[in-house]
């Protein structure tokens, strides 16, 4: 995708698309769509572009959980998240997403750096059962 701010609008429309399409819960996706824009705000804030000049996401939806990814040409610092004082104007980010993710983590290649997130995806019908959607994966960028 683009290096851009445009992208996050995008990529949060391809991914709910997606889990739509594979039959992922409602929560979920708005769980798994919040998370990937923070990853990719805070990419597109602190990081460098890819060698490319974009910078990837990717999702994939395996064994009850949605995994979101962004890729980005690394930065000065690693990410972590923020404990921000009531009246700062930003820095919650990966706050949010260590809430509504079950892990996160970062992964280092070479040049490129990797957040991740994993969003529980499954959800429990009448009978007490768990039903959970079949796997899928997508990349943008």
């Known amino acids: 995708m683009p290096y851009a701010p445009s992208s996050v ?13 594979w039959g992922v819960y409602e929560t979920a996706i708005d769980d798994a769509v919040l998370v990937v824009s923070e990853l990719l705000s805070n990419a597109l804030r602190h990081a ?5 000049g974009q910078i990837r996401v990717a999702w994939r939806w395996a064994d009850e959980h949605v995994e979101v990814a962004v890729s980005d040409g690394g930065a000065a610092t690693e990410p972590r998240a923020g404990r921000p ?3 700062s104007l930003g820095g919650r980010g990966l706050g949010i997403v260590e809430y509504l993710a079950t892990s996160w983590g970062v992964r280092h290649e070479g040049e490129i750096t990797t957040v991740w997130a994993v969003v529980t995806a499954a959800d429990t019908v009448g009978n007490g059962k768990v039903s959970v959607p079949e ?6 960028g």
């Open 85 to 87: 004082t009531l009246s």
């Open 135 to 140: 796997p899928a994966l997508r990349e943008c």
């Open 48 to 52: 460098h572009p890819l060698p490319s």
């Open 9 to 21: 609008a995008v990529a949060r429309q391809r991914l709910c698309s997606d889990l739509q399409e």
